[in-house]
């Protein structure tokens, strides 16, 4: 055979494209990547950068999958085998050396392409998607076999390809924010958080290009190998010196830690518009998402009289990180950046509904503690009955539960509360008010004897027992006393 070079690489393909572990793993990343983002609608700005990332678990398939074909010639018998092949053993490195790189991509894209195609059933994605990270996670399972054949190489062992993963993930977990990694984790510590330029694309095919020329240069110092070396040396070092230099990485730089920042987290919460007296401020990438929390809102807004409306709150994105200022904390509900989807947006409605119906009934909503650290108890008050109704409007208002939470105490240590957690907040409530609520849901002219009796229904003093000739009610589940402190 005058040209052994491509028939090697097609067999060599073949045999990658036929590997299990570059199946299984990429079976196991989809469908994990499936599962934890089913319930959850997507920011194309993050989840690019996630798909990219989660292709490391291809990268580790390709990694030990080349490692294991480069290991065949390392075998007790197989210089017997090799010597009588018209190959020469930097041949044979070089078909490894395309074709398991190469493998791992064929694999890994359809993969992302799946994942991201996942992403729009039942969403309204927001955000910005770059396609270069997707490129960046092609390119880093090529690295990622092209470094198990290169370890092959240098190391005849099976152990290496396993500690190179391990240093692998380790790295990313240890240096999370270093744009020098082949791929930059999505932090989620800001809105559109600045990204590595174009330059750390560049950087990452170097790495390619150099991992690929220390596997051959295995076989001795020939030209090619050490051309190709120097040459994906200095530009790993170019590449990696333009991107740590680059306009973006200084404005990271600025942007600091943000976990420990002072920033007021509704910060860029500047694309504002008035729905039906109900004002939404939104980050400008969650724009998309005004009409998803004004079909949460506006059902319990109508609920409400109109001369009480005016008092409503307003709607205000926060990020995840950062400082609350009381300037928007008092005067609107602050919602995430997060929103459900596929059955989990009916919690997203009923937890926005649920702070607006808090403020409608003149109960604590958003950051407001009526009870301090600890929340407050609504048991036995009439308009905690006429929350639960006002919430109704959206979704089925469920049972109250609490959570356990440790509180620094003044000799600094931790003492264990157990605190509200229901969708009205840090808001207690008892069977009867929710059992209410449900009997008031079911009569047409609930709404009529509600707005009648506004003023009293929703006074902090007026018991359920009190309210229930009011709404047409008869007695049937007595309340209980609050186990807290009681809503004031």
Not at 360 to 373: E, K, M, S
Request: with cysteine; aromatic share 4%; glycine share 10%.
């Amino acid at each position: 055979m005058k040209r052994p070079l491509p028939a090697l690489i097609l067999k060599e393909s073949t045999l990658a494209l036929r590997s299990p572990l570059l199946w299984a793993l990429a079976l196991v990343t989809v469908a994990g990547r499936i599962v934890t983002t089913w319930k959850e609608m997507p920011d194309w700005s993050g989840e690019t950068v996630n798909t990219a990332t989660s292709a490391l678990v291809i990268g580790a398939g390709a990694m030990l999958a080349g490692n294991l074909a480069i290991l065949r010639d390392a075998r007790s018998d197989a210089v017997e085998l090799t010597e009588a092949l018209p190959v020469r053993p930097q041949t044979r490195t070089l078909a490894v050396l395309v074709a398991y790189p190469l493998a791992g991509v064929l694999v890994a894209a359809p993969a992302m392409g799946i994942q991201l195609g996942s992403l729009l059933i039942g969403s309204r994605p927001t955000g910005h998607a770059d396609v270069r990270e997707l490129v960046t996670g092609l390119l880093l399972v090529a690295l990622m076999g092209a470094l198990g054949v290169a370890a092959g190489c240098w190391i005849p062992g099976l152990i290496a390809a396993p500690i190179g993963i391990v240093l692998f993930f380790w790295t990313l977990v240890q240096f999370p924010s270093t744009w020098l990694l082949p791929v930059v984790p999505e932090l989620k510590l800001a809105i559109d958080p600045v990204r590595p330029p174009g330059w750390h694309l560049l950087y990452v095919a170097a790495l390619v290009l150099l991992a690929g020329s220390v596997a051959l240069l295995r076989h001795g110092r020939r030209p090619v190998p050490v051309i190709t070396a120097v040459s994906g040396a200095a530009a790993v070092v170019v590449a990696g010196a333009l991107t740590l230099n680059s306009p973006a990485a200084k404005a990271a730089a600025q942007v600091g830690d943000l976990r420990q920042s002072t920033r007021s987290a509704t910060a860029g919460a500047e694309h504002c518009r008035e729905l039906n007296t109900t004002r939404y401020c939104a980050f400008p990438a969650y724009a998309a998402w005004i009409p998803l929390w004004q079909g949460a809102v506006d059902p319990v807004v109508a609920a409400v009289p109109e001369a009480s409306r005016e008092r409503l709150p307003g709607i205000v994105q926060r990020a995840a990180t950062g400082v609350l200022d009381p300037a928007v904390t008092d005067g609107n509900i602050l919602t995430t950046t997060s929103w459900g989807r596929n059955g989990a947006e009916r919690a997203s409605r009923r937890t926005l509904a649920a702070q607006m119906a808090a403020a409608a009934g003149g109960l604590p909503w958003g950051t407001q503690r009526g009870g301090g650290p600890q929340g407050c108890d609504a048991r036995g008050q009439a308009r905690t009955v006429v929350a639960l109704w006002l919430i109704g409007q959206v979704e089925q208002p469920v049972a109250a539960t609490t959570k356990r939470t440790s509180l620094r105490t003044d000799d600094g240590g931790q003492s264990a509360l157990e605190v509200p957690r229901s969708d009205l907040g840090s808001v207690d409530y008892g069977e009867a008010e929710l059992g209410y609520a449900k009997q008031l849901l079911a009569q047409p002219a609930a709404r009529e004897r509600i707005w009648e009796h506004w003023a009293v229904l929703t006074a902090p003093t007026t018991t359920v027992d009190q309210a229930l000739p009011l709404l047409g009610l008869g007695r049937s589940n007595a309340s209980a006393e609050p186990k807290g402190t009681p809503c004031e």
